[in-house]
C-alpha cells in the first residue's frame, strides 16, 4: 500500500512538473512573440513568422513546442538600410530579450543576417530578407525567391495573436520540410 501511495505522489509531482513547464515554456514563446511584433511594428519593419512558426500556424493554430524556437523573418529593403536594421534589431534585444544576441552572415551573399536572440527560456532567430530586384533573398537556405512568393503580406494567427505571413504560405513550407508538411507527423520534421 506504501509503494503504491509513493509511486501515486510520484507520478502526480512529474505530471504536475512537466506540466508547468510545457506551458511555462508556451507563455515565453507567447510573450516573445508579442513583444517581437510590437517592436519591429514600432520600428516599422516588414515583418513575418517563418520555419516551424509559420508551420505551427499553418497546421495548428499555435506553437510546435518541439521547434525550439520563434522564427521571425524581416524585410531589409531600399526603405530600410542595413544599419538602420541592425539597430532595429538592438532595440529589439534590449526590449523583448535577456542575452545572446549573435549574428551570422549568409554564406553566399552579401548581407542577409541571421540573429540569435533569447530570453533565459525561450530563443528567437531572425532571418533578414534583402530585396533586391523584385527579389528576395533568404538568409536561412543562401536562396533567391521571387517577391510575389512573400510580398504582399497576409495576415495569419498563431497563439491567438495576430501577425503576418508570407503570401504564398505553402510555398515557404514545401521548401523547409517538402509535401510532408500538411499531414506528416510533426516530431518527424524536427
Not at 534590449?94 to 542577409?112: E, H
Not at 530586384?133 to 536561412?140: D, V
Not at 503576418?164 to 510532408?180: K, M, R
Amino acid at each position: 500500500m506504501i509503494v503504491i501511495a509513493v509511486v501515486g505522489v510520484a507520478c502526480a509531482v512529474a505530471i504536475l512538473y512537466c506540466t508547468h513547464i510545457y506551458y511555462d515554456r508556451e507563455q515565453a514563446l507567447y510573450d516573445a512573440l508579442v513583444c517581437t511584433k510590437n517592436v519591429m511594428t514600432n520600428e516599422q519593419l516588414d515583418h513575418w513568422i517563418t520555419n516551424g512558426t509559420l508551420l505551427g500556424s499553418a497546421r495548428l493554430g499555435r506553437f510546435v513546442m518541439w521547434d525550439g524556437e520563434l522564427d521571425v523573418a524581416v524585410l531589409q529593403d531600399s526603405s530600410v538600410s542595413s544599419d538602420v536594421l541592425q539597430q532595429s534589431i538592438d532595440v529589439l534585444a534590449a526590449s523583448c530579450f535577456t542575452y545572446s544576441n549573435s549574428m551570422q552572415a549568409g554564406s553566399d551573399l552579401r548581407g542577409p543576417r541571421r540573429w540569435r536572440l533569447c530570453t533565459s527560456r525561450v530563443c528567437a532567430e531572425i532571418h533578414e530578407f534583402v530585396s533586391t530586384k523584385g527579389s528576395l533573398f533568404l538568409s536561412s537556405v543562401d536562396g533567391v525567391v521571387a517577391a510575389n512568393q512573400t510580398l504582399p503580406l497576409v495576415a495569419c494567427q498563431v497563439q491567438g495573436v495576430d501577425i503576418s505571413c508570407p503570401s504564398n504560405t505553402t510555398f515557404f513550407l514545401d521548401a523547409a520540410y517538402g509535401a510532408e508538411w500538411q499531414s506528416g507527423s510533426l516530431t518527424a520534421m524536427f
